[in-house]
């Protein structure tokens, strides 16, 4: 049995990679830390359990999808890119608004806006969407 050689991983998939892995840890980070620091509770406890939930689940999908592009996957490309959408609109409107939320979104904004823009670069298509042929010596 021979190995199935696969292309080289072009160099954008990895920042996608660690886009993606960064931000999923950092909405985690900041979830937690939001519910643990905060004093004042604009929702009551139940509303603060379900926003933490969907803040830890919105994390660990990006992370997940960060490894499943990483590892090649095509399926992983198209919820990536739309979870980073959602993030650079929402980013974009709290930029908008200004204040201290201005500092945050901007730091949202500038990682998810690259890796929309990685995601649709050729490198990264085509990389993704290869499917390595089988060796005729195998059949």
């Given at each position: 049995m021979s190995e199935i050689s696969r292309p080289r991983r072009p160099l954008s998939v990895l920042f996608v990679y660690l886009i993606l892995f960064l931000q999923g840890g950092?909405?985690?980070l900041g979830a937690v830390a939001e519910v643990v620091?905060?004093?004042?509770?604009?929702?009551?406890?139940?509303?603060?359990?379900?926003?933490?939930?969907?803040?830890?689940l919105t994390g660990a999908i990006l992370i997940l999808l960060g490894f499943q592009v990483f590892r090649g996957s095509?399926?992983?490309?198209?919820p990536a890119m739309v979870l980073e959408l959602m993030i650079v609109i929402l980013s974009a409107s709290l930029l908008v608004?200004?204040?201290?939320?201005?500092g945050f979104a901007a730091l949202g904004l500038l990682p998810a806006a690259a890796a929309l823009i990685?995601?649709?670069?050729?490198?990264?298509?085509q990389w993704l969407d290869e499917t390595p042929e089988p060796d005729p010596k195998d059949a």
């Open positions: 950092f909405i985690i620091v905060s004093e004042a509770a604009v929702l009551d406890t139940a509303g603060v359990i379900a926003l933490l939930v969907l803040m830890l095509a399926a992983a490309r198209t608004g200004g204040g201290l939320n201005a990685l995601l649709f670069i050729r490198p990264t298509q």
